[in-house]
């Protein structure tokens, strides 16, 4: 396991993966898990900001377009759960254009990823963000 995905007392670091697809949540959880992190996964917004409260991740990995609670209003409640304001959150979207990554950095994201993504390079991402 990489020391990376370790925090200080050894145990694995924890991401949440949000996303509405269940494929896109297996493709993440697995690839994750391969890397040494603990994942836990959302389907909407709502259990995003439930579970970011209750399991306080230390990455968050947010898909924008989903239903009942966009990633873009989940991340603005996120930011402001007092516990780890400061979680790194990429959002991930297949919009890649220059006026969603502006929305994204505005509503709070650390990053914007479009997909498709080339997973060496979001790997490179949330080790460079994560503390």
Not at 2 to 8: I, K, L, Q, V
Not at 27 to 43: D, N, P, S, Y
Not at 71 to 87: D, F, K, M, W, Y
Request: aromatic share 6%; charged share 25%; glycine share 4%.
């Amino acid at each position: 396991m990489s020391a990376d995905a370790n925090n200080s007392n050894g145990s694995p670091r924890t991401v949440l993966v949000v996303d509405d697809f269940d494929d896109t949540r297996l493709l993440l959880r697995t690839w994750l898990k391969k890397k040494g992190f603990r994942v836990i996964e959302a389907e909407n917004g709502k259990q995003a900001v439930a579970a970011a409260q209750s399991h306080n991740p230390d990455f968050i990995i947010m898909d924008v377009e989903m239903p009942q609670l966009d990633g873009l209003s989940a991340t603005r409640q996120i930011r402001e759960l007092n516990h780890n304001p400061r979680v790194p959150i990429v959002a991930v979207s297949a919009y890649g254009a220059d006026e969603y990554r502006s929305q994204a950095l505005e509503a709070g994201c650390d990053e914007y990823v479009s997909t498709p993504f080339d997973p060496e390079e979001l790997e490179k991402l949330i080790r460079s963000l994560i503390r």
